[in-house]
T-cell receptor
Framework: DTAVSQTPKYLVTQMGNDKSIKCEQN?????MYWYKQDSKKFLKIMFS???????INETVPNRFSPKSPDKAHLNLHINSLELGDSAVYFC????????????FGEGSRLTVL | AQSVSQHNHHVILSEAASLELGCNYS??????LFWYVQYPGQHLQLLLK????DPLVKGIKGFEAEFIKSKFSFNLRKPSVQWSDTAEYFC????????????WGAGTKLIIKP
């Protein structure tokens, strides 16, 4: 069983389109995250939810909207895609007050043409 | 503000060479420290972590790291690298009372020549 699973793994789309990435974790964690990894491998936290509540909301364009229907799911919707949105998006989960260890999904590679 | 600095962006070594990747952080209080590895085309995985106790921490695949509080450092070491260690290595720090947020270094790309 995959602990943190993301779909889709690959997304190729045109500028201006809207797309979503879904994430699910079966580790019983209470906190989930979205990270963006650019072409230079730099990791940037975007959002974090703890028990469905937004706790980290970094400086990210409004076109990015996370949604957490329950603590095992965290989705990311992106409106009006731009070239600069091309990246690998990683979902992760953890126990907020535990060891702090993050468990990552396999990533969703988004390419905007 | 907290920050994490990884000194080398790229490291190239031959197989069997010894490895040390530097990581320094800025945070004055109690910290939790992590090294993650990302193999080509894969997701990040935990290599090792430090919370308390023995400052020399052993991780998977023969890696270890030493927490030196006075130097605000948590360097990663391996006595003899293998071609399969080619990967990106990330240091991360979480300060106690910091809203539990992990602060990440920029990563070090390690290439092992066979």
């Amino acid at each position: 069983d995959t602990a943190v699973s993301q779909t889709p793994k690959y997304l190729v789309t045109q500028m201006g389109n809207d797309k979503s990435i879904k994430c699910e974790q079966n580790l019983g964690h209470d906190t989930m995250y979205w990270y963006k990894q650019d072409s230079k491998k730099f990791l940037k936290i975007m959002f974090s939810y703890n028990n469905k509540e937004l706790i980290i909301n970094e400086t990210v364009p409004n076109r990015f909207s996370p949604k957490s229907p329950d603590k095992a799911h965290l989705n990311l919707h992106i409106n009006s895609l731009e070239l600069g949105d091309s990246a690998v998006y990683f979902c992760a989960s953890s126990h907020l007050q535990g060891t702090g260890e993050l468990f990552f999904g396999e990533g969703s590679r988004l390419t905007v043409l | 503000a907290q920050s994490v600095s990884q000194h080398n962006h790229h490291v190239i070594l031959s197989e069997a060479a010894s490895l040390e990747l530097g990581c320094n952080y800025s945070y004055g209080g109690t910290v939790n420290l992590f090294w993650y590895v990302q193999y080509p085309g894969q997701h990040l995985q935990l290599l090792l972590k430090y919370f308390s106790g023995d400052p020399l921490v052993k991780g998977i695949k023969g890696f270890e790291a030493e927490f030196i509080k006075s130097k605000f450092s948590f360097n990663l070491r391996k006595p003899s690298v293998q071609w399969s260690d080619t990967a990106e290595y990330f240091c991360a720090v979480r300060g106690a009372g910091s809203n539990y947020q992990l602060i990440w270094g920029a990563g070090t790309k390690l290439i092992i020549k066979p």
